[in-house]
């Protein structure tokens, strides 16, 4: 049997993946061979921000991600992304390779909309070959993934009105135009729209989706889960910052995600004083042909509905204390911690939170 037979053979017993993988890299993870990734080609090249952050969604969703957060910041001639999402995560071994040419999860799972073919192993490949730095931030199987994106906008540019807001106009029928220059929000826009059966965006500056992830954590974790948590790197990235103990440990656990915010603005974050990133899909409005429309909910503050804030006076909040640590006196030995602790007390968003630092007793080999 010549070569060309025993291919056709192979090929007819047990289909052409094989034909088509030019490595098996583990982890659910193959390098195609360079036919099938020309097969895949993209209906565009990477050439500007907005380029960038469309394939940045587009991994994440096709990585099952159901809420993704992208933070956007320009500094100089410098654009940064951080793409945080609670989808399948990556293995570490493949923190470094999924930035190689042809590398995918996708198989035989190519995905098809509105910007073409995604995933023939090209789009981070050519993030990375176009941008100053682009990498891993933090990815675990099963915890989702954070990734970070650096580039020299007098190389890679962007529209120069980045702080226009697209508008929504009802056309005929149930048809709605999209308005506004094509930049880094109007793509985030479109790409929740056409994304919103799978997935939920959120966009804002770095602490704006620190503040967004901090209420997802607090909405997913239960107090207890928040207080207790002795390794929050074993949870989903998306809710670790839920279980920060205070600023300096809030704006650590946010740089572990790739987020850079100032223990200044962690504390502010905190007590509910910085709004989060909006869920794009919430924030459209459409407006009628013949005029604008009313921005939905008001001016009212997303925080303002987490209720009060007091100031509990001193002697308050330290009998607040003394009744806490008498309580996990009680069980403290039975985990051999020490009950020889101060807790802490904070207000935020319409609760007290009380925090007692686990430390293990010094008897203990």
Request: with cysteine.
């Amino acid at each position: 049997m010549d070569g060309d037979s025993l291919i056709g053979f192979v090929e007819r017993v047990s289909g052409d993946a094989h034909l088509r993988v030019e490595e098996d890299l583990g982890g659910g993870f193959v390098r195609l061979r360079t036919s099938e990734a020309e097969r895949r080609q993209a209906v565009q090249d990477i050439r500007s921000s907005e380029d960038i952050v469309i394939e940045l969604l587009r991994n994440a969703r096709d990585a099952h991600a159901s809420q993704i957060f992208v933070a956007s910041s320009k500094e100089g001639d410098a654009r940064s992304f951080t793409v945080v999402d609670d989808g399948d995560g990556i293995p570490p071994s493949m923190h470094r390779r999924v930035f190689d040419s042809r590398v995918t999860s996708k198989l035989d799972t190519s995905h098809l909309d509105k910007w073409g073919i995604h995933g023939r192993g090209m789009a981070l490949f050519s993030i990375s070959e176009n941008a100053e730095r682009a990498f891993v931030q933090d990815s675990l199987p099963g915890l989702g993934t954070s990734i970070r994106v650096v580039t020299d906008l007098k190389k890679v540019g962007e529209r120069k009105d980045q702080s226009t807001l697209p508008r929504f106009i009802k056309g005929e029928g149930s048809e709605v135009a999209v308005r506004g220059p094509r930049n880094i929000a109007r793509c985030c826009f479109e790409f929740a729209i056409e994304a919103r059966n799978s997935c939920r965006v959120r966009l804002g500056s770095p602490t704006e989706v620190a503040a967004a992830l901090y209420e997802h954590g607090c909405a997913s974790l239960s107090e207890l889960d928040r207080m207790f948590c002795a390794d929050p790197s074993k949870l989903p990235l998306a809710k670790r910052l839920a279980t920060a103990q205070d600023p300096a440990d809030f704006a650590s656990l946010a740089a572990g995600l790739g987020l850079d915010i100032s223990p200044r603005s962690a504390r502010r974050i905190l007590d509910g004083d910085i709004d989060p990133a909006p869920d794009l899909l919430e924030a459209v409005v459409i407006e009628p042909a013949d005029g604008p429309a009313k921005p939905k909910g008001g001016s009212r503050r997303p925080h303002a509905a987490c209720g009060p804030s007091p100031s509990f006076d001193r002697a308050d909040v330290d009998s607040l204390k003394r009744s806490t640590l008498r309580a996990f006196a009680g069980f403290a030995d039975k985990y051999y911690l020490s009950d020889d602790v101060e807790p802490s007390v904070r207000i935020e968003r319409g609760r007290v939170v009380v925090s007692v630092p686990l430390v293990v007793r010094d008897d203990v080999p």
